[in-house]
């Protein structure tokens, strides 16, 4: 009897552990976004929240590409470097008079390369992910500089105007970025609960030598998570120069760190394993949410860094402490 | 003709000599105790046989064919199946996810292939039944008993037409009843033509399953007897180093 309920509460706790911090990350963002709408009329309207939806979903979608990653337990810090690469080489390939779908296909051409290296250097060479990735931000930044000359690109060839109608539209008054990252969001929520890769995701993140045991391709499915953080900065990065209407080799500089506080704020652990597609979007709403609240209560901006800074540390300690609850 | 036969086989890491020209034969249905100090060498026996690295030296066949394994699924494919000693469970997985980790059953989804988690979970309740565990298939491996996980382990083995189980230390970390499951299990295996190589520190386990022990000491054979032909206190003497054999 005694042991059918210490099982039962042990049950529990580890499902409360496992199902709740998007669940309470969600809850701080209706929150959050509850007081301030009552409080601030700016806040509520409807081009604020537009606005700020915008702004998470390009984050939101480089967190989901960094958590299958970051399920290995790998990391990718090249993210924000790659979406740079990825947004100077779209941009000149449409400059040079080239189509749409050719800019397109180039740059995501690029960025999943960026992942492939990443992606064989941890898998193949057993190099270190901190180490390889960190590099890769140093080579693909270098790359942008190099091939954009240090120039701005704002003329986008003969579509640009449906180039920087796919970045910077709306449907149905739904910015298209955020359509965008909710087709993500649902395609990857059921890859990894349904799919075979998805499986082989988590089981290499909680024991790798027992993947290979069982005849997981390992290095490739390590592989693939690397291209696919890539490709989805690659993703993010098109669709916001198409929104920008124009790019530097500074896009996305910095984004590492957005990208991956929003996928620990969601629940994802850093030791690999654990993580959703909702957690990594609603981590990112978060981080928005108190950006813009701040912003709202006329926080000096260059206090933003330090406000973000601690919330990822909370989340991280929030981590450790339901950890240590749950083993 | 055995099923499974070593000949000559040694295998070093660096200066150690973990195996040292170890030769057995074993048949259909035939169960081996494999005993021996710690670091004696069963482990890594018990690997290469199951693939995870090639022998030094020396041959393995499969029925008679000589064979060369490069990867575990080589050997699985072969028709050997192991129970290692670590587990080798992943605890974010439930119980069926775990037993079918790598062969995971399929179904489609409007034309896409999408995992058969319905088929899988029942599959599994099947194999913990006939294992008279109380493992529940959609359970995480992360909050199961030591014998629990033993089950999941097992019941891996139980998904192909398996001809030689390798078993390392299963009943190590578990209870007395499920210690007697185990075993009893193992009974089975032999009933249904399955050889079985059973690691064990544990003399009355080796005594009561086995039809043979083998012992290794140092990497090298030291006996191979019928289990009627010797006793707990020869074999104990045998590992130890007390008694010299062959
Ligand atoms: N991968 C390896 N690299 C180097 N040495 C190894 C490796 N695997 C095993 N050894 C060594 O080989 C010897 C035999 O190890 P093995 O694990 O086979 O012993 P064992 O009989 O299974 O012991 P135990 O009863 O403790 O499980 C030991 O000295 C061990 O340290
Ligand atoms: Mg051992």
Redesign the interface.
Same mark, same amino acid.
């Given at each position: 009897m005694h042991g059918q309920a210490g099982?039962a509460a042990?049950?529990l706790r580890?499902t409360l552990s496992v199902v709740t911090q998007p669940a309470w990350i969600t809850l701080a963002v209706l929150a959050i976004g509850a007081v301030m709408c009552l409080i601030s009329p700016a806040f509520r309207t409807y081009d604020n929240i537009y606005n700020d939806a915008r702004n998470f979903a390009f984050i939101a979608i480089m967190a989901m590409g960094q958590m299958t990653v970051i399920i290995t337990g790998g990391i990718d810090l090249s993210v924000g470097a790659v979406m740079g690469l990825t947004g100077i080489v779209t941009g000149l390939v449409l400059q040079a008079g080239y189509p749409l779908w050719v800019g397109v296909i180039a740059g995501l051409g690029v960025a999943l390369l960026c992942g492939l290296i990443n992606g064989i250097a941890v898998a193949k060479l057993n190099l270190s992910p901190f180490i390889v990735t960190l590099g890769m931000l140093s080579v693909a930044r270098s790359q942008a500089l190099v091939l954009s000359n240090n120039k701005m690109v704002y003329q986008f060839g003969p579509d640009e105007q449906l180039f920087v109608a796919i970045g910077g539209g709306d449907l149905f008054g739904i910015p298209s970025i955020v359509i965008v990252m909710v087709a993500i969001g649902v395609v990857l929520t059921i890859l990894l !609960?349904?799919?075979?890769w998805g499986?082989y995701l988590?089981?290499l =993140?909680? !024991?790798e030598?027992?993947?290979?045991?069982?005849?997981?391709p390992v290095e490739a499915v390590k592989i693939s998570a690397y291209m696919f953080s890539s490709l989805t900065a690659g993703i993010a990065a098109i669709l916001m120069v198409g929104w920008l209407g124009a790019v530097t080799n500074a896009l996305g500089t910095a984004y590492e760190l957005r990208v991956i506080a929003s996928t620990v704020i969601g629940g994802v652990d850093l030791m690999g =394993?654990?993580g959703t597609a909702y957690g990594a979007i609603i981590g990112a709403a978060l981080i928005e949410v108190v950006r813009n609240a701040l912003l709202l209560a006329g926080v000096d901006p260059y206090w933003q860094g330090t406000f973000v800074g601690v919330v990822i540390a909370c989340a991280v300690l929030l981590e450790r402490l339901r950890h240590r609850r749950?083993d | 003709m055995p099923v499974l036969e070593l000949k000559g086989v040694s295998k070093h890491f660096g200066a150690i000599h973990a195996l040292d020209d170890i030769d057995f034969a074993l048949d259909r249905g035939e169960v081996l105790g494999l005993m021996g100090d710690n670091g004696a060498g069963k482990s890594t026996l018990v690997k290469m046989i199951a693939g995870n690295f090639p022998p030094g030296s020396g041959t393995i066949a499969i029925d008679g064919g000589t064979v060369e394994f490069r990867k575990p699924l080589d050997a699985r494919a072969r028709g050997i199946e192991v129970v290692y000693q670590d587990l080798a469970l992943c605890n974010n997985l439930t119980a069926a996810a775990n037993v079918f980790l790598g062969r995971e059953l399929m179904t489609t989804f409007m034309g896409l292939p999408r995992l058969d988690h319905r088929r899988m979970v029942q599959r599994a309740t099947e194999l913990f039944a006939e294992l008279r565990s109380e493992t529940r298939p959609s359970d995480f491996v992360r909050q199961m008993s030591g014998g629990q996980r033993q089950a999941v382990a097992i019941a891996r083995t139980r998904l192909a037409a398996a001809k030689v189980v390798l078993l390392d230390e299963p009943t190590a970390a578990i209870s007395v009843r499920q210690v007697a499951e185990v075993l009893e299990l193992i009974r089975k295996l032999k009933a249904a033509g399955v050889a079985v190589i059973l690691i064990s520190h544990r003399m009355p386990d080796v005594f009561t399953v086995c039809d043979r022990v083998m012992v290794l000491r140092r990497g090298r054979k030291v006996a191979d007897k019928p289990i009627g032909e010797t006793s707990p206190e020869e074999v104990t003497g045998l590992i130890t180093g007390a008694i010299h054999a062959l």
């Open positions: 099982q042990r049950r580890w !609960n349904h799919s075979r499986r988590y089981a =993140g909680s !024991n030598h027992a993947s290979r045991l069982t005849g997981i =394993g654990i749950s | -």
